[in-house]
């Protein structure tokens, strides 16, 4: 448990910005949230939702507009706050050496040449970077840059160590190593911080390194989930627990209108999770267009990828990205590895199918995974006409999705169902038959 008195604490902080009509567009809802010693504090959020508009405000260098943030209990302004950022972008000096950029913030306090000189060597030294003190940041690789943005951070000895996507201008090895050595500093106690709160958007990144997980909403950014990992370190990507928090950080994310329960620790009873299934399974709104063109793309980039990588070269945001992944991983057509995306052999077989193979391949994986098509096409079966009208199917959605949901969820029921041939739908008369050979 937390301790009772925390470092940092928002009080129904705000960010709103005025227009001259009088009306004001608001980026962060009133949230509530604290920083407490001993933690590494994960916030999780699709692009644009103000993670870094959140932790600016935490650490200082933004004002709320309404609420107010603490600092050991008393109001942050005219405090100068203990805290220490890393960036995504590195932010080094180009003109000063690996050492000069360490000793920068140190020479900002007016600390003495000998005392900084003292300080830098001995974080450059925690952080691997002994020998490289002479070196320019034009020398180095995007990994060494970052270790000097570790370093910098560092040795101001922080209280709270605050990080802005740290990781995510670095290639995946990269990445994982620098995650790793942090990890370790943390946990052998090198760091001089109590406490550390990073901003991502990478879900397993932060079920790795976290002792909390905050996941926001947007438009405006609200807290959706705020939670302990139960996960001792090091932590198994492959474990069921690992995979259990991470399909439900992604439920959250992707279905924020949906209350998601935090899974509950151990395996639940087979009878049970079949019951779940069949109550909250959602269809991701998708269409199978999309599905094939992603397949297509994964074929091309040899079957598997990165999904944060193949948004980007595709100019997209990740959340717009996600309902594809999403639907293609329901229908059994690629699969989810430690953030990677890989189609399977049933991926390949509908990719390179022509249209009407696409079809029949479409069908059978829908009523295998797809427990609301397989439901309709059933009831549809027992009837003697082979119809029924789209209200008894709405209803029953309206139960678990509420109106607006049920509505999306149907319509993309229909959509999948009529591509794939299962039953047609007559818009019309309201009513879904089925399809006959």
Do not use: C
Request: aromatic share 8%; proline share 6%.
């Amino acid at each position: 448990m937390a301790p009772s008195e925390p470092i940092i604490e928002a009080r129904a902080v705000e960010k709103f910005y005025p227009q001259p009509d009088g009306r004001r567009i608001e980026v962060i809802a009133p949230t509530d949230l604290a920083i407490y010693p001993g933690q590494i504090v994960a916030l999780l959020g699709a692009s644009g939702s103000g993670k870094s508009t959140l932790l600016r405000m935490l650490a200082g260098l933004a004002r709320p507009s309404a609420g107010e943030v603490l600092w050991h209990n008393r109001p942050l302004d005219g405090q100068a706050p203990d805290v220490a950022i890393v960036f995504q972008s590195f932010a080094l000096f180009p003109w000063l050496t690996v050492l000069g950029n360490v000793e920068a913030p140190l020479k900002a306090r007016g600390e003495s040449a000998a005392r900084r000189r003292k300080r830098a060597l001995k974080i450059l030294d925690v952080v691997g970077l002994d020998g490289f003190e002479t070196a320019y940041p034009k020398e180095l690789s995007g990994g060494m840059k970052q270790r000097v943005g570790f370093a910098r951070a560092l040795v101001v000895e922080p209280e709270v160590l605050f990080m802005d996507e740290p990781f995510s201008a670095l290639d995946v090895l990269t990445a994982e190593n620098l995650r790793g050595e942090l990890l370790e500093l943390w946990l052998d106690r090198k760091m001089p911080a109590r406490a550390i709160f990073i901003v991502t958007h990478n879900i397993e990144e932060a079920v790795l390194l976290a002792d909390r997980i905050i996941v926001l909403g947007r438009h405006p950014a609200h807290i959706l989930t705020d939670f302990q990992v139960d996960l001792e370190h090091p932590r198994d990507r492959k474990s069921g627990r690992f995979v259990e928090l991470v399909d439900y950080i992604y439920k959250v994310l992707t279905q924020p209108k949906i209350e998601h329960a935090l899974p509950a620790v151990g395996p639940p009873h087979a009878a049970l999770a079949e019951h779940h299934a069949a109550r909250y399974q959602m269809l991701p709104h998708a269409r199978p267009g999309g599905i094939a063109g992603l397949l297509e793309l994964m074929i091309d980039r040899g079957g598997r990828d990165d999904i944060y990588h193949l948004a980007d070269e595709l100019a997209m945001e990740v959340d717009d990205l996600l309902p594809i992944i999403e639907a293609a991983t329901l229908l059994g057509f690629i699969r989810l590895e430690e953030g990677d995306a890989e189609i399977t052999p049933e991926g390949r077989a509908f990719a390179a199918a022509d249209i009407l193979t696409r079809k029949l391949l479409f069908k059978d994986a829908a009523l295998k995974h797809v427990i609301l098509l397989r439901q309709i096409e059933r009831a549809l079966r027992a009837k003697a006409d082979r119809a029924l009208p789209d209200d008894f199917f709405r209803d029953i959605l309206d139960e678990h999705f509420g109106e607006e949901e049920a509505q999306r969820q149907l319509s993309t029921a229909i959509h999948w169902g009529r591509y794939g041939e299962i039953f047609d739908y007559d818009a019309g008369g309201g009513r879904l038959f089925l399809t006959e050979p």
